[in-house]
């Protein structure tokens, strides 16, 4: 029998983090050919998770330009994505989450009439705007998936709310799989500057800040507190790796650099990242993956948005929203830094995300979907 090809596709950070052990636990099944193809939406910070996992992609759409539009981006993807499924020519497109790369890839493997495997399948808001654009793109991926990956229970509620009731399996998020991967606790930095930091003497408080719902107000409003909270707090030493988008590193220089005890580094490996935070005291992000990856190694975190399509954390009590006003997030921040008991209530370790085998699961379910094998159970946490 001919093998399955299986396309998986991403673009972004976070995408191909998620999406590489994928990659590989595909490429270990005999009965398939796991092929990768990327938008490079991102370019930089992409190619540094490739080189983390150590995958060379199979096609290369390269679309990356700086401050691009999200029409630019997915008419792009389209276009490119044509040509790659016509010259790698698949049974079955994986797409991940909820950028606009995810979206086009779905859209472009349908108008191929190639089914899809939606990865991270069933998060909402239920806020066609926030987060913006990622709200309506999980759900038009939705219309056109075959197969939905849920990471967790509540997440195919979602879809089964919306009717939709074939094809769904609850799998764990496959970011778990990737900090198995990754976290070491005999990590060696390579980056000296985070070997140095006094994580005994002080509180370290790992920070990101992105999102396309933040720019303007809410992301000054976010800086401003931030250098408050380091200000204020003569045993904290805030470590964040500004992302490379030119909005995000011009809110950062005007509001934020300068500060005190405020460490503003570029954009980490994964495994670098992944390895501080299990060091630090605590994050305060508006990143999704943080959101999954912190509670697992038992971190709080202050959510920076005014909703989150992960409650299953919030409800565990390790993550709490702390929203996008400047006073707001000092109260929560110092609450975190200066009470002992609060910060012990939110700081112990949960796994709703998944076990770590979440890949394996999604693999199993690909092949049964192809008559190819024994259906998965579903992971419970
Ligand atoms: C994208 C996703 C968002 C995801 C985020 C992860 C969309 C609409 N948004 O947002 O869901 O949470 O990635 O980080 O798909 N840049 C570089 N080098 C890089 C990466 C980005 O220079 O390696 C700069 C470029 O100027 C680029 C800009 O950042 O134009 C913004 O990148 P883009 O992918 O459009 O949006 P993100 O905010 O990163
Ligand atoms: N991350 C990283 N280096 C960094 C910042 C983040 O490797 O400097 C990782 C982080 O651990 C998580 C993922 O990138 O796995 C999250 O990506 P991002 O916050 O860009 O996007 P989101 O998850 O919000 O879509």
Known sequence: MDKLRIMSVFGTRPEAIKMCPLV???????EIESLCCVTAQHRQMLDSVLEVFDLKPDYDLDIMT???????ITSKCLLGMDEAIETLKPDMILVHGDTSTTFAGALAAFYHQVKVGHVEAGLRTYD?????PEEMNRKMVSAIADLYFCPTVNNRENLLKEGITEGLFITGNTVIDA??????????????????????????ILVTCHRRENYGEPMKNIMLAL??????????ELVYPVHLSPVVREAVDQYLRGAPRVHLIDPLPADEMHNLMARCYMVMTDSGGLQEEAPALGKPVLVLR????????????????AGVVQDDIVTMGTRLIRDPESYARM?????????????????????????????????QA
Do not use: M
């Open 24 to 30: 590989q636990e595909l490429a270990s099944r005999p």
């Open 66 to 72: 700086p401050r691009q539009t999200l029409s630019t």
């Open 128 to 132: 066609k705007y926030s987060p913006f």
């Open 179 to 204: 900090l198995k991967t990754t976290v070491r606790k005999d990590y060696v930095f390579a980056t000296e500057e985070l070997n140095r930091l006094p994580y005994d003497e002080k509180k370290i």
């Open 227 to 236: 250098r408050q909270i380091a200000e204020e707090n003569p045993d904290v």
């Open 306 to 321: 005014r909703e989150t399509e992960r409650p299953e954390a919030v409800a565990a009590g390790t993550v709490k929203l």
């Open 347 to 379: 700081a112990h370790a949960v796994n709703p995300y998944g076990d770590g085998n979440a890949c394996r699961r999604i693999a199993d379910a690909i092949l049964w979907h192809f008559g190819r094998g024994e259906k998965p159970k579903d992971y």
